[in-house]
Structure formats: C-alpha cells, structure tokens
C-alpha cells in the first residue's frame, strides 16, 4: 500500500512502518531539512519526502476560488 501525507512530522515515520511507500509533502523548508536529517539518521528509505513552498504568506486565509492554483 502506498500513502500520501501533507504536513511531514512525526507521523511520517509511523506511516512508512504501515505501508510500502509514503510520499510527504512539506512547505516549511527549516521543517522539511529537520524531516530529512531524521530520516537518514533512522535509515528510512519508503517515504519520498517532496518541499513545495507555499505560493501565498502562511498567515493568507483559504479561498473558495483561486486565480492560479497554488503548488501546494
């Protein structure tokens, strides 16, 4: 089985214990380095971990319609 998680964290490595392949996603780029030095140092070689930034300021509400849709 194969998952696909938005937000990586601690929950990542819970996931890729369950399935075969995990691909996480991560738009905090000091997050995402944290993610992927934890990763390595545990040897944990089923989750694809991706960095798509965010396109708008992290504090810019949801909107019901986009002009462009954003990357993540």
């Known amino acids: ?4 998680e938005f937000g990586s ?4 490595i819970w996931f890729s214990q369950r399935v075969q392949n995990l691909t996480s996603v991560e738009h905090d780029l000091d997050w995402y380095q944290s993610v ?9 070689t089923n989750i694809n971990l991706r ?3 965010l ?3 992290l ?3 949801e909107h019901d319609f986009y002009e462009k849709i954003p990357s993540y």
């Open 1 to 4: 089985m194969s998952a696909l």
């Open 9 to 12: 964290g601690r929950s990542g």
């Open 36 to 44: 992927k030095d934890k990763l390595e140092k545990e040897n944990v």
């Open 51 to 53: 960095l798509i930034t």
């Open 55 to 57: 396109d708008h300021p």
């Open 59 to 61: 504090s810019e509400p």
